[in-house]
Nanobody, 123 residues
Framework: QVQLVESGGGLVQAGGSLRLSCAAS????????MGWFRQAPGKEREFVAA????????NYADSVKGRFAISRDNSKNTVYLQMNSLKFEDTAVYYC????????????????WGQGTQVTVSS
């Protein structure tokens, strides 16, 4: 089992940057593929980015490709989401999640979730 705690959210102007962090408990962090999802008010939770267990493979939603970058440091049990050129429509609660099942972009594939961190982009 793994517990996830996100941090780094906040209020930023459009065009600005934020870096989210997700700290994981436990000794088996490197056993999990990790993902970032987001949920805006009144909308379903959606996939943002994912990274493989060794960090060698990443995936992005089309809406963030070229602006966001996911990375991980297995020695620190932490996954990051660098968000650049933020847009108003990036406003949402951002969640990190861990999975052992197949399905990179599928919410149901992720076993464990953090509590979320709010990102608000002002236009």
């Amino acid at each position: 089992q793994v517990q996830l705690v996100e941090s780094g959210g906040g209020l930023v102007q459009a065009g600005g940057s934020l870096r989210l962090s997700c700290a994981a408990s436990g000794r088996t962090f490197s056993s999990y593929s990790m993902g970032w999802f987001r949920q805006a008010p009144g909308k379903e939770r959606e996939f943002v980015a994912a990274i493989s267990r060794d960090g060698g493979t990443t995936n992005y939603a089309d809406s963030v490709k070229g602006r966001f970058a996911i990375s991980r440091d297995n020695s620190k049990n932490t996954v990051y989401l660098q968000m650049n050129s933020l847009k108003f429509e990036d406003t949402a609660v951002y969640y990190c999640a861990a999975r052992t099942r197949a399905g990179v972009m599928v919410v149901a594939s992720y076993n464990y979730w953090g509590q979320g961190t709010q990102v608000t982009v002002s236009s």
